[in-house]
């Protein structure tokens, strides 16, 4: 079968999840249940506590009783939820022997795996374009508490600085020193403005776009107190007409801070709408923490808006951690201020503390969470947003008022009979409008491939499966890396054409570096036509798709994303990998293969055609290549001195198939050192097998133990009669499955 390099793209961007605010009621008279009606269903998490803040999770439908715009609504749809939390056992640290010598083990990752979506989703958006160094290392101390303590097993925690791009999902417990890694890198990007002649950005908001006399008022007394001299000052001499009438000089500096901190809310506000969007097909208690010292309100803004119809379909709360604790003193009385403000302002001065915030506080009530603030042990806040995901009501109504006219719709929700509860849910929604602009995506942005690509789980409708191979050093600490994946073409619609199997399908790859932030991308469409024959073939081995990065050493996370043109359908994989050090002695990713490249000609090629595929029929050959580096070399002849010997066995029991011993690999003539090994299938009864192989530098006894499994299975029967043979190797390297060639 002809195997080519295809080549892919991709775009992604990591983001995150909505606020909450609470509502304090008694209770309520109960409803019975019905099935959801054409009408969108608008569904609402609700958290019911007792007055000592401990969860109420005994409550059933006709206890609830749900109001929209003050009318009553008959609830379609109830569930509870309760997160069972473990008991944690101490950890006992012990003195052991020295662990054994790591094996190092290709992964494969699939979209067909099922996946563990038991646990609790949050969000934490770590606002570093709204945190500032004076903050930013409370809040990292807070997080990593957070993360250590109040999370568990089967929770998915997804952490976005909106600032720096960078993005990292995992499932806990294991992924715990991933996130905590991504945290450490995150720096404050906030620089405070702390000049005489600042403006808050509450007040260079209402003067810019209101030309609010009052503000400005109130300013024009401020710079009068520090001595800043303006435009209106020169003049007027302090006249009391210069706090009445539009100075340059002001309206200037509210321009230039308006914009600025436009520029930073547009930045924190769209990676939260794009995260709340990635949840929308994600079931389960959903929470997005916004870690920030808080932005203004700021109605010009349709983000707002856009992040709680966001928050809507998600049904996720956003809980908002301010960053500034409690503060003895306003900024501007700080001791940088030589004068305090005028007495009549000094109020003013107290009130800035929440308009600064304003806009943050608003999302998180409006989408059923909280706010923390005024306190100064944010690890104690962020408990008590974990205590609250953990029981919860999930309840969904039919909207009587079903016209589509843009407006908000508000939300009660009541338990009468039980007195002495509090209900925290969102106070309501933006109804759909038959007016509304649907919104540009940016250029060479796909909406549905945007979402699929922020999202934290994969998408199995299409299966996919997806590995990384690590080559050698191109340039300077950095490697040549191959992502290789391979599509099940069953997945596919194809129609025929002139007797060709004819389907397409466009598709995004994307390799982000953990460390930074930083991402690789490539999309691509694909056009498919192919006999029937080969579409046989590729029914059994699936569809290749291989691209190449140049990329330093670090953790990475490789995604796919791609879509069936004809039915829209999507299938997306994530795959986690880590390129080492280059400089040390290495050995690159194996290649395990039963077929070879080919060339544009389609003329058999000299390396193996990189594969994820872990599946092989009886009767091919199976071969493995790899390449070693940063071997030490003989002074006196410049060559390195390397060994290696291998085993395939069964993983039943680990009875041998074939075996070889140690034995040198020999160098080119620059010293270049490689090996391919390969052994006849036909032994090999269908089952689970390892290939282990242990390579040993000689000169500097530095060893590399190395580990890949495989299986092998029978060929299906239309596709044994119907498929050509694989290009292979020359026989001459696989006669007997002892053999191998160095080369």
């Given amino acids: 079968m002809t195997r080519k390099i295809l080549a892919a793209s991709f775009a992604l961007f990591a983001v995150f999840a909505a606020y909450a605010d609470s509502q304090d009621t008694d209770a309520a008279e109960g409803s019975s249940l019905a099935f959801p009606t054409e009408i969108e269903q608008v569904t609402v998490d609700v958290v019911v506590t007792d007055k000592d803040g401990n969860p109420i999770n005994d409550l059933s439908a006709v206890e609830f009783e749900i109001q929209e715009d003050g009318k009553r609504q008959t609830i379609t749809s109830f569930e509870m ?120 950005e509450y007040e260079a908001m209402r003067i810019h776009l209101f030309r609010d006399n009052m503000i400005l008022d109130r ?37 230039e801070t308006y914009y600025a901190a436009t520029a930073r809310n547009h930045v924190t506000l769209g990676a939260i709408k794009r995260a709340l969007n990635s949840l929308v097909r994600i079931q389960g208690r959903k929470s997005m923490i916004l870690v920030s010292e808080g932005f203004v309100y700021d109605t010009s803004l349709r983000e707002f808006r856009d992040i709680l119809t966001a928050a809507r379909k998600a049904n996720t709360a956003v809980y908002f951690l301010n960053t500034t604790g409690l503060k003895g003193v306003a900024t501007i009385m700080d001791a940088e201020f030589s004068q305090l403000p005028s007495q009549e302002d000094q109020g003013f001065a107290f009130a800035q503390e929440y308009e600064r915030s304003e806009g943050s506080v608003s999302i998180a009530s409006d989408t059923g969470g909280f706010t ?19 029981a919860y009501y999930l309840i969904g109504y039919n909207p009587t008022n079903t016209t589509r006219d843009g407006k908000f719709r508000k939300i009660k929700v009541k338990v009468p009979h039980r007195r002495g509860t509090k209900i925290r849910a969102r106070k309501g929604y933006y109804a759909p409008s038959d007016k509304d602009v649907e919104e540009e995506s940016p250029v060479g942005t796909d909406p549905a491939f945007q979402i699929a690509l922020d999202s934290p789980y994969n998408v199995p409708d299409i299966p996919l499966r997806m590995t990384h191979f690590v080559r050698e050093e191109t340039f300077l600490d950095t490697a040549k890396v191959y992502i290789a994946a391979e599509v099940d073409i069953n997945g596919l619609e194809f129609e025929k054409q002139e007797g060709l199997d004819v389907a397409a399908v466009n598709f995004l790859m994307v390799a982000v570096r953990r460390e930074s932030g930083e991402y690789f991308r490539i999309d691509q469409k694909m056009d498919l036509k192919l006999t029937p024959e080969t579409r046989a073939e590729l029914s059994r081995t699936w569809l290749p798709i291989v691209r190449d990065f140049d990329l330093g050493p670090g953790h990475y996370r490789a995604k796919l994303v791609l879509r069936d043109k004809a ?15 280059l400089a040390a002695f290495r050995v690159s990713t194996p290649v395990l293969s039963d077929m070879r490249e080919t060339s544009s000609e389609g003329l058999p090629g000299d390396r193996l055609a990189l594969m994820a595929r872990r599946e092989f029929v009886p009767d091919s050959e199976l071969f493995c290549e790899f390449h070693v580096y940063g071997a030490t070399k003989l002074a006196s002849s410049g060559m390195p001195r390397v060994t290696m010997a291998y085993e395939v066995r069964r993983s039943s029991d680990g009875g041998i198939l074939s075996n070889e011993a140690r034995s040198l690999i020999l160098p080119t003539d620059v010293g ?72």
């Fill in 372 to 390: 923390v603030r005024n306190d100064n042990d944010l690890t104690l806040g962020l408990k008590r947003i974990a205590d609250e995901t953990r």
């Fill in 81 to 200: 939820f309760e997160v069972q939390v473990p008991d944690r056992e101490p950890v006992e640290v012990a003195i052991e022997a020295p662990p054994p010598l790591p094996v190092q083990t290709t992964k494969v990752s699939s979209n067909t795996d099922e996946e563990e979506r038991q646990g609790r989703t949050f969000v934490i958006v770590f606002d570093d374009v709204h945190l500032t160094v004076f903050t930013a290392q409370q809040a990292k101390q807070a997080v990593a508490n957070f993360l250590k303590n109040e999370t568990y097993e089967g929770d998915r925690v997804t952490l976005v600085a909106p600032g720096s791009g960078s993005w990292w999902t995992t499932i806990m417990p294991d992924g715990l020193d991933d996130l905590m890694d991504t945290l450490e890198q995150q720096e404050a990007l906030l620089f405070p403005d702390m000049e005489k002649d600042r403006l808050s």
């Fill in 567 to 581: 039915t829209d359908r999507l299938g997306t994989v994530i795959h986690n990998f880590e390129i080492p050090d």
């Fill in 672 to 743: 270049g050192l490689s090996r391919m090994i390969g052994f006849p299938l036909e032994w090999a009864p269908p089952g689970d097998y390892e290939l282990v192989m242990s390579i040993r530098d000689e000169l500097s006894g530095k060893r590399i133990e190395m580990l890949e499994p495989f299986s092998v299975v029978e060929a299906p029967a239309a596709a044994a009669e119907q498929a050509p043979p694989a290009q292979s190797p020359p026989a001459q390297t696989a006669q007997a499955p002892a053999e191998s060639t160095g080369r």
């Fill in 219 to 255: 300013v024009m007394r401020r710079y009068a107190t520090f001595q800043v001299l303006t435009v209106l000052g020169r003049e007027s001499k302090h006249s009391r007409n210069m706090f009445t009438e539009q100075d340059p000089y002001v309206t200037s500096k509210a321009a």
